[in-house]
């Protein structure tokens, strides 16, 4: 048995944040977490990373609900738990943050200002995407420090079916551009996802007509940078 109350602080720190981590009984974890309740402490805080990052629901749920975490609490670069579980695709432990957690779905982190929705989208992940937009209306339009929306970071990526969801279930707007004048279809364009390409420029009719900020079409960007099937393909779609 594990004798808490001989282990110095930074030692039990270590302990609570790996018991959340493995999703151990919570006995455990309330045990450890009474010795951390010392100012500024960022023992709690890791440790709902911890178990966000892994998926473990129940103890993440006992973590904010019964011990008191804040659900708005960063880690050190910056993320919520609702951002951790965005990135890494867990839907039912986004749902549970964003709904009955109530996280800020809007919130951003510290380095590059995005949201959980945007983190969903460039990662491919579609179902927590779903979730955010959908059931808890996050704004599909925010942007990050450059401008992009989650729809031009789900296109960076060439997440197709991310990029469908986005474009044509939650109506994000497919021509918003970004800090160098390029919107969707020109960003699907210069990562050659021909794929996206195909599903921005056909099935949601972006415009293979618009210029950038550098006076470059998506057409001469294709034939620029060699990408011979994009090439091929915006001309099917008009360009």
């Known amino acids: 048995m594990l004798n808490v109350g001989a282990l110095d602080s930074g030692t039990i720190s270590g302990c609570f944040e790996y018991a959340c981590g493995a999703g151990l009984d919570f006995s455990i974890i309330r045990s450890l ?87 969903a989208a460039m990662k491919g992940h579609t179902d927590s995407v779903k979730t955010l937009a959908g059931t808890h209306k996050a704004n599909v339009e925010a942007v990050d420090h450059e401008g992009r929306t989650a729809l031009m970071l789900a296109a960076f990526y060439g997440h197709t079916d991310t990029v469908n969801a986005l474009a044509g279930t939650h109506n994000a707007n497919i021509e918003t551009v970004d800090h160098h004048g390029r919107a969707a279809l020109a960003i699907a364009v210069l990562k050659d996802h021909t794929d996206t390409v195909n599903a921005l420029a056909g099935t949601h009719n972006a415009d293979v007509k618009a210029v950038d900020k550098y006076g470059y079409t998506v057409l001469m960007l294709a034939a620029l940078h060699g990408q011979t099937d994009t090439v091929e393909a915006l001309r099917d779609h008009g360009a």
């Open 33 to 119: 977490y009474a010795r951390l309740l010392v100012a500024g402490h960022p023992g709690p805080v890791v440790g709902l990373v911890r178990a966000t990052c892994n998926d473990h629901l129940d103890v993440v749920n006992a973590l904010i609900g019964t011990l008191g975490i804040n659900v708005e609490a960063v880690d050190e670069p910056g993320y919520t738990a609702l951002m951790r579980a965005a990135i890494n695709g867990h839907r039912d432990t986004v749902n549970a943050l964003a709904g009955t957690h109530k996280a800020n779905v809007e919130a951003v982190d510290e380095g590059k200002r995005r949201t959980a929705l945007m983190l």
